[in-house]
C-alpha cells in the first residue's frame, strides 16, 4: 500500500457513496420521467378538451347559420364536418384510457352519463336537420339563402314541421351541447389539477432530494479528504460521466499540451481518435503555422505572462477535424489545466453554407437579368475562348497566338468576377498563370486538363442561370426583336413584291408563329377563377397535345369565342361539389382541353366531368322556341345541334357566365368562319364534350 492508500473505513465510505449517487441518479431520473408523462398527458388532455370546446361553439353557431347564410351549400358542409368531427372527438375522449381514469368517480361517471345521454339524444335532431337540408338543397340547388328563406314560394319549400324542427334544434339543442361540452371540460381540467400538484409534489421532492445528495457528497468528500489516486481517478469518472451526459466533447491539458486521459466519448467520436495522451494542437491544426502560434499563446498563457481570455480570443472559434466543423471553447482551471470543450456545428455550418450559395446564386441571377446583353456578350466570348483553346490542345501555337490566347483568358476571368462567376473565374486564373509560367520557363503548355477545369466550372455556374431562368432564356440572348408592326410590314410588301416566293415568305411567317398550346395557356387560369366565384372545385385544367405552330393572329378570334366554351363548362357542366358527392363523384371536376392534327384538319376538344346535357330539357326548351314541332322527336345531334342557335339555353336563369343562349352561337359562328365544323357529345351524368375542327390551311391565314 503507497502513502496515498486510504484506511480501510474510507474505502468501505467511498463505496457507499458511489451507490448513494448511482441510486439518486435514478430517482432523480425516475421522477422527472413520472413528471414528464404526467404533464404531458394533461396537456394532451387540455388540448382535446380545447378542441372540442371550440368545436361545440362552432357547431351552434353554424346551427343558427343554417336559418340565415347567405350560402347554404357552404354552411352545411361547414356543419356537417364540425358534427361529425364533434361527435367522434367527445366519444373518442371519453373512452380514452387516460381519461377515463378521470371519470372513474362518481361525479366523473354522473358526467360521462350526461355526456352520453345528450349525444343519443340530439343525433335523431341532427340527422333531421341533415336530411331536412339535404332534401332541401336536392329539390332547389339553385336557392342560396339559409332555411328561413325556404317559405318564400320556391320550388321547393319546407313544412312547418321542418321549420320547428330546425329552429328548435339550432336555438336550444345547439346551447345545450355547448354547455354540456363547458362542463364536461371544466370538470376534467378540475381533476387534472390534482394530478398537477402530485406533480409538482414530485418536483420539488426530486429537487429536495437532490439537495440531500449534494450535502451527503460534499460532506463525505471533505471528511475523506480525497487527494490519492484512486479517489482521484473515481472523481474523474465521474466527471467523465457527466461529459458524456452533455453530448460535447471536454478534455483538459497540461502546460506541456498533452491530453489527459480522462475525457468524454463524445470527444473519441469528434476527432476520431483517443486524445489521450495527444498533444492538443495535433488534433485541431493541420497547419504548422496555426500550431505555432497555438503553443506560442498557450506558454503566454501558463507562464502567467498574459490573461488567458485576452489569448483565447485570438484562436480561431471553429475549426475543421474528422469530417466535423467544431466549435472550440476554452476555460482556464488553474495554472496547470485548461479545459477544452468541442461542440458539433456540422449542421449549422452546412446550413450557413447553403444560405452562402442562395444568397450568391439571387445576386448573380440578378446581375445577370440586369445586364442582359453584356452577359450575352459574355456567353459568346466564353465559346470563343474555348473553341481557342479546343485548337491550342491539337497543335503547338506561336508565341503570338499564346499572348492573344492569354489576353482571351484574362478578358473572360474579369467578365467572370464581374458577373458572379466565381469558380470560373478562379479556374481562368489558374489557366492564366499555367501559361505565363510554362511560356516564361519553357515548359509544355498542359491545356486539355486546364481547358477541361475550365469548362466544367463554366458549365456547372451558367447551370444556376438556366435552372431559374430556363434553357429559353438562355436562347433569347441571341434573338433579334423587331416591333410587331415593322414585321408586318415587311411580310406584306414581300408577298407584295416576291408572289411567287412562297417557301420565303413561309420562311419569314415562321418566325412569328408559336405552339397551338400556348394559345391555350390562358385557359386554365380562367376556369380557376370562373369555379372560385361561383363556388365549384376544379381540379387544374390540363391542355394535352398542340405542339404543332400555327400563326396567333389567325387564330385570335377563335380563341376570343372559345371563351365561352369554357364558360358553359363552368356553369352548366361543373356541378357544386355538393351535388357532386350525392352523385357519388369527386368534390373536384376535372376538365380537359385536348389538340390534335390530322387529315389536314386541326382538332380542338374540351370535355369535362360533369352533370351532361339533360335531353327531355333540351326538347323542352327547342319546341318553346319553335325549332321543333309538339310531338315531334329528335334524335341527340339534332337536339344538340340547336344548342348552337341563337337565343336557346338549358339555364334555368341568367347569370354573368350564361342564360342568354349567345355563347355557343358565337363560337360555332367563329369556327363556320373558318370553314369548320363543330360537334357536341354529351352522356347525362357523366360529361360533356366539345369537339372543333379547322382546316389547317385556312387556319395559317
Known amino acids: 500500500m503507497n502513502e496515498y492508500a486510504l484506511p480501510r473505513y474510507r474505502r468501505l465510505r467511498t463505496g457507499l457513496l458511489r451507490t448513494v449517487i448511482v441510486a439518486g441518479f435514478a430517482v432523480i431520473l425516475g421522477g422527472m420521467l413520472f413528471a414528464f408523462r404526467g404533464v404531458t398527458q394533461i396537456l394532451a388532455m387540455r388540448e382535446d378538451l380545447a378542441r372540442m370546446t371550440e368545436n361545440a361553439s362552432r357547431l351552434n353557431s353554424l346551427s343558427k347559420d343554417l336559418l340565415i347564410t347567405e350560402n347554404l351549400f357552404q354552411t352545411f358542409d361547414e356543419w356537417r364536418e364540425c358534427r361529425v368531427g364533434l361527435e367522434k372527438d367527445i366519444v373518442a375522449f371519453m373512452e380514452s384510457a387516460h381519461e377515463h381514469l378521470y371519470l372513474n368517480t362518481k361525479e366523473g361517471k354522473k358526467q360521462e352519463t350526461n355526456t352520453r345521454t345528450l349525444l343519443k339524444l340530439i343525433a335523431p335532431k341532427m340527422d333531421a336537420v341533415e336530411n331536412i337540408t339535404l332534401y332541401f338543397i336536392q329539390r332547389n340547388p339553385a336557392f342560396p339563402s339559409g332555411l328561413l328563406d325556404a317559405s318564400k ?13 330546425i329552429k328548435s334544434f339550432s336555438l336550444y339543442i345547439g346551447d345545450l351541447l ?3 361540452v363547458g362542463n364536461l371540460s371544466a370538470y376534467m381540467i378540475a381533476k387534472s389539477q390534482g394530478v398537477l400538484s402530485l406533480v409538482f409534489f414530485a418536483l420539488n421532492g426530486t429537487a429536495l432530494f437532490i439537495f440531500l445528495v449534494i450535502m451527503i457528497v460534499l460532506r463525505a468528500l471533505a471528511a475523506a479528504q480525497l487527494l490519492n489516486e484512486e479517489n482521484t481517478e473515481y472523481l474523474e469518472s465521474i466527471l467523465t460521466a ?28 469528434l476527432l476520431g481518435q483517443d486524445p489521450g495522451n495527444r498533444n492538443v494542437e495535433e488534433l485541431l491544426w493541420d497547419d504548422p503555422v496555426a500550431r505555432a502560434d497555438f503553443k506560442q499563446g498557450m506558454g503566454l498563457v501558463f507562464s502567467g505572462k498574459a490573461k488567458p481570455e485576452v489569448v483565447f480570443d485570438l484562436f480561431e472559434k471553429e475549426v475543421s477535424a474528422n469530417g466535423h466543423y467544431l466549435r472550440i471553447n476554452f476555460r482556464y482551471l488553474s495554472p496547470k489545466r485548461i479545459m477544452l470543450a468541442l461542440t458539433d456545428m456540422s449542421r449549422e455550418h452546412a ?17 445577370v437579368v440586369s445586364n442582359r446583353l453584356d452577359f450575352a456578350a459574355f456567353i459568346h466570348e466564353a465559346k470563343s475562348l474555348f473553341a481557342a483553346l479546343d485548337d491550342a490542345a491539337a497543335r503547338n501555337l506561336s508565341t503570338g497566338e499564346l499572348e492573344a490566347l492569354m489576353r482571351q483568358v484574362h478578358t473572360l476571368k474579369g467578365n467572370a468576377g464581374f458577373f458572379g462567376f466565381t469558380e470560373t473565374a478562379e479556374a481562368a486564373h489558374d489557366l492564366e498563370y499555367h501559361i505565363s509560367d510554362a511560356k516564361v520557363l519553357g515548359l509544355e503548355i498542359d491545356v486539355p486538363r486546364h481547358r477541361d477545369a475550365l469548362r466544367a466550372r463554366f458549365d456547372a455556374e451558367l447551370r444556376h442561370i438556366t435552372d431559374f431562368l430556363g434553357e429559353s432564356w438562355l436562347g433569347d440572348l441571341d434573338t433579334v426583336h423587331v416591333p410587331r408592326t415593322a414585321f408586318l410590314d415587311l ?5 407584295a413584291r416576291c408572289k411567287g416566293e412562297t417557301a420565303l415568305l413561309q420562311r419569314l411567317r415562321s418566325f412569328r408563329s408559336v405552339p397551338l398550346r400556348d394559345l391555350f395557356a390562358r385557359y386554365p387560369s380562367m376556369v380557376a377563377d370562373l369555379a372560385e366565384k361561383n363556388g ?23 380563341m376570343a369565342a372559345f371563351v365561352h366554351v369554357i364558360r358553359n363548362i363552368v356553369d352548366h357542366g361543373i356541378e357544386t361539389p355538393t351535388d357532386r358527392e350525392l352523385a357519388s363523384k369527386d368534390r373536384y371536376g376535372t376538365v380537359t382541353i385536348r389538340l390534335g392534327k390530322d387529315a389536314g384538319m386541326i382538332h380542338i376538344r374540351a370535355e369535362d366531368d360533369g352533370r351532361g346535357i339533360n335531353l327531355d330539357d333540351l326538347a ?26 341563337p337565343g336557346l339555353s338549358t339555364a334555368t336563369e341568367v347569370t354573368m357566365l350564361s342564360g342568354r343562349g349567345a355563347g355557343l352561337p358565337a363560337v360555332y359562328e367563329a369556327v363556320v368562319s373558318y370553314g369548320g365544323t363543330m360537334k357536341i357529345t354529351s352522356t347525362a351524368g357523366s360529361g360533356t364534350g366539345f369537339d372543333i375542327f379547322i382546316p389547317t390551311k385556312k387556319g395559317r391565314k
Open 620 to 645: 323542352r326548351k327547342a319546341r318553346e322556341k319553335g325549332l321543333l314541332a309538339e310531338g315531334q322527336g329528335a334524335d341527340a345531334q339534332t337536339l344538340y345541334g340547336f344548342l348552337l342557335s
Open 536 to 558: 365549384k372545385l376544379i381540379n387544374t385544367v390540363s391542355v394535352e397535345g398542340g405542339d404543332f405552330r400555327v400563326l396567333p393572329d389567325a387564330f385570335e378570334p377563335l
Open 178 to 180: 355547448s354547455v354540456r
Open 491 to 495: 411580310e406584306r410588301e414581300l408577298a
Open 153 to 165: 314560394g320556391t320550388a321547393a319549400t319546407l313544412t312547418d314541421e321542418d321549420i320547428r324542427t
Open 242 to 269: 457527466i461529459y458524456d451526459i452533455s453530448g460535447q466533447g471536454f478534455l483538459t491539458y497540461d502546460p506541456a499540451l498533452r491530453v489527459d486521459t480522462s475525457i468524454s466519448r463524445q470527444s473519441a467520436r
Open 351 to 367: 446550413l450557413r453554407e447553403m444560405v452562402k450559395k442562395e444568397e450568391h446564386r439571387k445576386t448573380l441571377i440578378l446581375k
